[in-house]
């Protein structure tokens, strides 16, 4: 069966390679030519536009990095919907505004072209290893259809509700993430103030209730000075950005989100933006002229 895939960035590469090792024959485009070069080493075949993707398969996957992204690919000049025919699957791993996922859900009925979001939490390391955890939105006979697709890429896979309720959920998971890099962060910088060597630290409380898959993911990256992404500061901020403007729209009060929001701003302001998130981190050592480091 063959698969279009659209965005072959940091997450994008590795996934499409999963999808190759799986079996499955990979049509793939970016903006970016060295990027579809990556996997076209790997096995995956070229194609000039988003349109040419959807003209090949049944199924297209989009991998970008937010609505404006989505929209251009899938409703704009040479994008899917020209090329798709009736009864085609888009799915939507990227992670945007709910509200995004139904425009383009709604444009995409219009053409008889069935569309989920499923956007996906784990990194870069779980997109290479094929066990990133996928949290969908849209119809179960969808969600169905692709099933195996998605398990192709993750370990996970759940469907949250209709069409939107999978970047509801990222959006819960990017605050939770966001807000427990920033406490860690806190925390590791009062115990080297305080003479105590972090790596002690994490090694003593890391099994205990403290303890977090964010915590094993993070705190070694900061200890190394490594900053590398990964997730990068721009692309949390524009999460943080999706998960506010979604809290008003529901009257839900963000008041934590809106703290780490400034941390990461003022990251972006001091050049940071293209490092990894663990690099709120460094926030921390601005305020007190101190590195947490091993
Ligand atoms: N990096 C992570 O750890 C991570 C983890 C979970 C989710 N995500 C989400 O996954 C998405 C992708 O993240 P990433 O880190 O791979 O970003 P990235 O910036 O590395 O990759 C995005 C790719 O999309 C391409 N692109 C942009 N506009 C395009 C268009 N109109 N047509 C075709 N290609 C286009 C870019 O050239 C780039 O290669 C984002 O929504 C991000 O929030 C990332």
Known sequence: M??????????????????????????????????????????AKPANSSKEV???CKVIITMLPNGPHVL????????????????SILIDMSSIAPHVSQQVAKACEEKGVKMIDAPVSGGE???IDGTLSIMVGGKKEVFD????????????????????AGN????????????????????????TRAGVDPQKVFEAIRGGLAGSTVMDAKIPMILDGNFKP????????????????TGHDVGAPLPLTAI???????????????????????????????????
């Open 2 to 43: 063959k698969i279009g895939f659209i965005g072959l960035g940091i997450m994008g590469k590795p996934m499409a390679r999963n999808l190759l090792k799986a079996g499955y024959e990979v049509v793939a485009y970016d903006i970016v030519k060295e990027n579809i070069d990556a996997v076209v080493k790997d096995g």
């Open 54 to 56: 959807a003209e090949q």
């Open 72 to 87: 251009e690919a899938v409703t704009g000049k040479d994008g899917v919907l020209e090329g798709a025919k009736e009864g």
């Open 125 to 127: 390391p779980k997109a």
């Open 145 to 164: 259809e692709v099933y195996d697709i998605l398990m192709a890429m993750g370990s996970s896979a759940v469907l949250c509700g209709d069409v939107g």
């Open 168 to 191: 509801t959920t990222k959006l819960a998971n990017q605050i939770v993430v966001a807000l427990n890099i920033a406490a860690v962060s806190e925390a590791f910088m009062l115990s």
């Open 230 to 245: 990964g997730f990068k500061i721009d692309l949390h901020i524009k999460d943080l950005n999706n998960a506010i403007e």
């Open 260 to 294: 780490v929001m400034e941390i990461l701003q003022n990251l972006h302001a001091h050049g940071c933006g293209q490092d990894d998130h663990s690099a709120i981190a460094k926030y921390y050592e601005k305020l007190t002229g101190t590195e947490i480091r091993k």
